[in-house]
């Protein structure tokens, strides 16, 4: 009897545990796969790790579940729309694989509302990111993490030792990968609803081996806990985006000219404008796609101070329609989620002009109707954002009004960029803060309205 159970136990070990290690759920084989306990709170790496604690809560992802606009979007919008169409169940439970992790992997789907004290709460905490091994897919998309939530901390040196727990320096958490299997999303439709760790890699950044880490994690000389010895490139836990003015402003340079000094009244001018994301390791905007506008505004302003609005001149691409501001109503599959059968639809844009370019991707739902709602994307409109590194050029033709006074005519383009769009936003209640115009830049030049 004894060599039988010898040789199970030696199959056990040899082969079983290996491959449990290697066939570590990820995806949708996360949920349920563990339990909350399994992870450590952050207030518990804050008693060491203080500074990072510190500005990690100021992170968005550290609120990712319990961020005013994602609490609406996901019980106003995603769960009921799930409960009315089955086949996005799937997907409105995936939405807490990357929002509330611990909640996913704690099978605890939907999760209790935010701030009712469950554990959802903690959002994309330290003890995610620091245990996470690898992804199962390739590229990484959709929580395809595996992890390991236990005593080890991966980090980015090697030999360190802290009382708490051990450490190891590790691939993975060093690489985009890491950053991708959250921020590259494919929907139940298959469409791409994220690719920020795609646009980055087809990009030039990665060519340069600018990782993502570089731009939102920069390293400054400092300590990375309470008892360590001082480094020179300690890695910041900032990750500002779209929610930080400072990130956003000067992204895109811009530069503005008229195609000719002097201009008799009645007669046109072309002005030209020049954008170039010179700050961006990816397209601006990114991620959110659906719902961020970045848009281009050019007024001339005559020598008496009146002021004219210049619509954008159209270049001809198909989808292009998209890319012009406009009031038409869009977004009705809305009413559908919300339950409301006379429901119209809201302003597409809500913008302050019409003809105005908007930098943008638009998502179609089933029936091609513009949508804010990822899940319920059926394609992609043309994409007329701006690449790292590109620069795109839109032009205004203005014929002068012929009692225009003479003199000198300035010239003004000003970028502006919004997280949501506000007519949704205002709909749905969503505090003012995600609808506010960003500044993003602003150029001058001019020209001299002349009698010849
Ligand atoms: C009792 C104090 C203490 C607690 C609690 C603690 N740590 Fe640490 N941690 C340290 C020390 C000390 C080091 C080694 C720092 C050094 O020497 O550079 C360290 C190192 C690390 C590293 C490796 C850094 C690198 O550069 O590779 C990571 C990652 C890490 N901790 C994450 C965490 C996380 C996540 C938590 C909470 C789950 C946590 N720590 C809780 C003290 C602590
Ligand atoms: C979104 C993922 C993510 C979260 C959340 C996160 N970290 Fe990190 N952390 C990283 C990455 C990535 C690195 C390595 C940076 C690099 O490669 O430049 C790192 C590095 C570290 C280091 C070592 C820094 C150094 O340069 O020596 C420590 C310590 C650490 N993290 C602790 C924490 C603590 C504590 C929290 C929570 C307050 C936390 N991390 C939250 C991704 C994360
Ligand atoms: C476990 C999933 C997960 C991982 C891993 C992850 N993120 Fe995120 N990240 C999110 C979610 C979810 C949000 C959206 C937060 C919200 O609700 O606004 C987000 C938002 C962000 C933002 C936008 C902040 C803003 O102001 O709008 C930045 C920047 C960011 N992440 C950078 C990173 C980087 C860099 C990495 C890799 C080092 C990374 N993330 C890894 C899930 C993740
Ligand atoms: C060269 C620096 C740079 C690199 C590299 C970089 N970013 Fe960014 N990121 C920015 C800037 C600047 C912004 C603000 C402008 C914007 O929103 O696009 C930003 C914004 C973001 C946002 C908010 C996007 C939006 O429009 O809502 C996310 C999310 C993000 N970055 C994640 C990442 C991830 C993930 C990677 C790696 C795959 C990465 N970034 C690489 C500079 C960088
Ligand atoms: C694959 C990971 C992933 C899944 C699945 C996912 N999200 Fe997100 N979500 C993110 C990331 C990353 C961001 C931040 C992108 C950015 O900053 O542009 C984000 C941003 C958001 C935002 C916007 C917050 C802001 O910054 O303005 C809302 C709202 C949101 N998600 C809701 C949902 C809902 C509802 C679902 C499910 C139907 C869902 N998400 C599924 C990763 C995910």
Partial sequence: MFPVRYVITALLLFCVIPIQAQDRPWGDALKGSGSYDDFEKPERCASCHKDFARQYEQAMMSQAYTHSWDEIEYFKLAVPHSQKDPKFKDAQEGCNGCHAPLAYIAGDVPPPKPFTGSRADESVSCDVCHTITGSGAEPPVNYSFTIEPGRTKLGNRDGLESPHHNTKKHDFTVSTELCGSCHNEKNPFDVWVKSTQLEWKE??????????????????????????????????????????????????????????????????????????????????????????????????????????????????????????????????????????????????DALPYEGDRVFRMAYFDPQDRMTIAQWNTARLGVDYRIGPREAKIETYTWKLPADLPLGRVRIVAEMQYRRLIKSVGDYLGVPEEETKAEFINRAESWFEAVDY
């Fill in 203 to 348: 990009g030039p950044y990665s060519k340069d081996g600018v990782r993502c880490q570089d731009c939102h994690m920069p390293g400054a000389k400092g300590r990375n806990s309470i008892m360590s010895k001082e480094y020179d490139d300690v890695a910041q836990h900032m990750f500002t985006g779209a929610h930080s003015p400072a990130r956003l402003a000067g992204t895109v340079e811009l530069a503005v000219h008229p195609d000719v000094r002097a201009v008799v009244p009645g007669e046109q001018l072309k002005i030209s404008v020049v954008c170039y994301n010179h700050k961006a390791g990816h397209k601006i905007p990114s991620g959110s796609v659906e719902e961020r506008q970045l848009w281009l505004t050019v007024k001339v302003h005559d020598s008496q101070g009146k002021e004219y609005h210049l619509p954008v001149d159209r270049k001809g691409f198909e989808g292009e329609d998209y890319t012009i501001s406009s009031n038409e109503l869009a977004f009705q599959d809305m009413g559908y989620m919300l339950d409301e059968p006379d429901f119209k639809g809201l302003p597409r």
